[in-house]
């Protein structure tokens, strides 16, 4: 189970004169799901559509199922799945008609253990688009229309699934039955899942790990509790004496308590620690590489 | 079945779909009824018209040089399809489906295609009862297929081209005008022979000209070669430019096809439809 489904090594992404990459490695294990977390312009997009095989690097070695996506074959093709946000394609279609087609793609790449492709009918149930299967792809709402875009990224069962900031332009509940589609995708079919977002909350509830990516650097990999145990966020006290409120901001937070108890004993009131979230890990990290960079 | 063979067949099925879907939806119905309607219209009272001094009837001149012409127009239409579907993610989606580039292609053909002769029915059968002075005999039908088949594999391909080069739909509303002056001096509407010299050689140049003349050699009686340039309904040339064309096209379309599949990624669909939108606000 620990073999690589991705392998990234010094990735090099330069259009003209801007570096928009620089020497990005990681990997990404079976099953999981790993999410490329970081602001706009941040490289995201770029490294996911060198993974797709959609985009040529300038430098660095690159592996996805054991294949250099650059130079990848049509079976290579089959067995990833890809799901944009900017797809209005098909729209004269009916639902069940359009995955019914594109699933012929697969029938021969069908083998024993795994059916390909996906029976339409099941797969629609799966992604809670069942009554919509005769409706004209056009009449579908946002969130409709995504979930058609992950059946269609899965109709031919991949091993591993891209999604590029999927759940753009949401409405809460629609966001909430994707992330649960997602989940149940890596959980109950054990597809490994490649996610980009620039949203940590949605980062925080899918991933198994998450990978910071700004300015075309990884800044920390991990998973959400590491990510904001390993590195510094500064947790945040309050407190009043006589009246007046403190605040403070301070990486250590009990021993900086401690030596509140020591100097201010019974006058000390109102005391509250806030642990640094991940959210105050994300922000301090981007942040910080801007104001490096 | 190996997966380019899933592949061929899922191209013809998806063919057929998208041949359905254009006969059952507002715009498009309009499109495959009124200009018929309206050419038909136009014919009709134009039958007892003659031209010259050939005794030929203008009508029955006309309509076959205008079926020859809508077959032609495929070219535009393969063109204007391309372009479309690449800007709203169909051609990335084929490209994100094994083998599917080359079902994407075989639907196209077998769509456009199809639609071509569909509407090339709608125009030839009432066209062969209201307008009179037609003669089709078993030589004039067989004339008919290989023109058309022929007219069709030469301008297929380059119609994918143009789509390939020309990547939004407003650079295709420009490569409309050229293609109507194409129409106007290709003798669809009057005899090429009634044109300066020069504009008769640019004229036959193009394959809207000899589809044109294949039609009308197909349908005309014999006598209404006189109209025609050497006075020779030239079965040869016609082959001949025809072949040209389909060679050029077959031979140009997979590289350039090719190159504008390679460049087609997530980000670029994205740019696209962000251009596509902020001139639609200005």
Redesign the interface.
């Known amino acids: 189970m620990s073999k690589g489904i991705v392998t990234v090594d010094g990735l090099q992404m330069q259009y003209g004169e801007v570096q928009v990459l620089h020497e990005v490695s990681f990997e990404a294990r079976a099953g999981e799901v790993l999410t490329l977390l970081g602001p706009n312009g941040a490289g995201k997009?770029?490294t996911?559509?060198i993974l797709?095989g959609?985009?040529l690097r300038s430098a660095g070695r690159v592996e996805v199922l054991g294949t250099d996506p650059a130079e990848a074959d049509?079976?290579w093709?089959?067995r990833v799945g890809?799901v944009?946000?900017?797809?209005?394609?098909?729209?004269?279609?009916r639902v069940g008609?359009l995955l019914q087609?594109?699933g012929?793609?697969?029938?021969?790449?069908a083998t024993a253990g795994v059916v390909r492709p996906w029976p339409t009918g099941e797969l629609l149930a799966a992604v809670g688009l069942a009554e919509s299967a005769d409706h004209k792809i056009r009449t579908l709402s946002g969130g409709q229309r995504r979930r058609l875009d992950v059946a269609?990224g899965i109709v031919?069962r991949p091993e591993l699934l891209f999604l590029?900031e999927p759940t753009t332009g949401f409405d809460p509940e629609a966001r909430r039955e994707f992330h649960e589609l997602v989940g149940r995708l890596a959980t109950e079919y054990g597809t490994t899942i490649l996610l980009t977002t620039h949203d940590l909350d949605e980062a925080s509830r899918l991933a198994d790990r998450i990978m910071i990516l700004t300015s075309g650097r990884i800044v920390a990999v991990g998973t959400p509790s590491e990510l904001t145990t390993a590195i510094a966020g500064e947790d945040e006290v309050r407190w009043s004496v006589g009246g007046q409120g403190f605040r403070k901001r301070t990486a250590d937070s009990t021993e900086f308590v401690r030596g509140l108890f020591a100097q201010y004993g019974e006058e000390l009131r109102e005391l509250e620690v806030r642990r640094a979230s991940l959210e105050d890990t994300y922000l301090a990290l981007v942040r910080g590489q801007e104001v490096a960079a | 079945m190996t997966p380019r063979s899933a592949a061929i067949r899922a191209g013809w099925r998806r063919g057929l779909i998208e041949l359905r879907q254009s006969f059952m939806n507002g715009p498009e119905l309009v499109s495959h009824f009124l200009w018929p309607a309206l050419t038909l219209a136009a014919l009709f009272f134009l039958r007892h018209r003659d031209f010259g001094s050939s005794g030929l009837l203008l009508g029955a001149l006309a309509l076959p040089s205008i079926l020859g012409m809508n077959a032609a127009m495929g070219m535009v239409a393969m063109s204007q399809q391309l372009t479309g579907d690449r800007e709203d993610g169909t051609l990335l989606r084929a490209k994100a489906t094994p083998h599917g580039m080359l079902g994407y292609l075989i639907g196209k053909v077998v769509s456009v295609a199809g639609s071509l002769l569909v509407d090339l029915l709608i125009v030839l059968i009432p066209g062969l009862i209201i307008v009179g002075g037609l003669a089709v005999d078993a030589a004039g039908w067989f004339t008919l297929i290989w023109v058309l088949l022929l007219g069709l594999i030469a301008t297929l391909p380059i119609g994918a081209v143009l789509g390939s080069v020309f990547t939004t739909a407003r650079a295709q509303g420009l490569i409309q005008l050229p293609m109507l002056g194409f129409i106007a001096i290709s003798g669809i509407f009057y005899p090429l022979t009634a044109l300066p010299t020069w504009l008769e050689w640019i004229g036959q140049l193009t394959p809207i000209y000899w589809m044109g003349l294949g039609m009308r050699s197909a349908l005309l009686p014999d006598e209404a070669v006189v109209v025609e340039v050497t006075q020779s309904w030239r079965h040869l040339e016609t082959a001949g430019v025809l072949g040209l064309w389909a060679v050029a096209g077959l031979l140009l379309a997979p590289i350039v096809l090719r190159r504008m599949a390679r460049r087609e990624s997530g980000s670029a669909v994205a740019d696209r439809r962000e251009r596509a939108l902020r001139s639609a606000v200005r």
């Open positions: 997009s770029t996911i559509e797709e959609f985009r049509e079976s093709r089959a890809i944009l946000q900017s797809w209005r394609d098909h729209g004269n279609w008609e087609h594109l012929s793609y697969y029938t021969p790449y269609i031919g590029d």
